[in-house]
């Protein structure tokens, strides 16, 4: 099973990376830094989901901006999900990050930009090396 992106470059639109079960859903508080640094990932407002899915669980969390300070999320714990079905919706300025089991092969390359439903970011059963890629 491949997992997609999760998080739309253009409008905010956060999909389910595949399907599965939303297992845990988890608010955080916090603060509005730019979302591009590091820090953001534990100091900002976020909204974790946990998916259970037939290959593992994932984790999918958005991440509020500097510019936008706003996640919008209707999930209800239990739900079940098919791969490409809307979690969220996050502002400008924000962004989603996609927390895979150990052993599956990423197959995007740090730095690439990821189009929700588009860009594949790994694949449960394959096993591709890691890829690298070149900065432009």
Do not use: C
Not at 21 to 44: E, I, M, Q
Not at 65 to 79: C, F, M, P, Q, T
């Amino acid at each position: 099973a491949e997992a997609d992106a999760a998080g739309a470059a253009t409008n905010g639109l956060v999909a389910a990376p595949m399907a599965g079960r939303v297992a845990k859903l988890a608010y955080s508080p916090g603060k509005f830094f730019n979302a591009s640094l590091d820090k953001a990932s534990t100091d900002n407002e976020r909204m974790a989901t946990k998916l259970s899915t037939a290959d593992g669980d994932i984790g999918v969390v958005q991440i509020a901006g500097l510019i936008a300070r706003r996640i919008v999320s209707s999930l209800r714990e239990g739900e079940e999900l098919i791969a490409g079905q809307r979690i969220g919706l996050i502002r400008f300025g924000s962004r989603a990050e996609v927390y895979l089991p150990p052993g599956w092969a990423v197959l995007a390359v740090t730095g690439q930009r990821a189009l929700g439903g588009e860009t594949v970011l790994a694949d449960a059963r394959s096993a591709e090396p890691l890829r690298v890629g070149t900065e432009h």
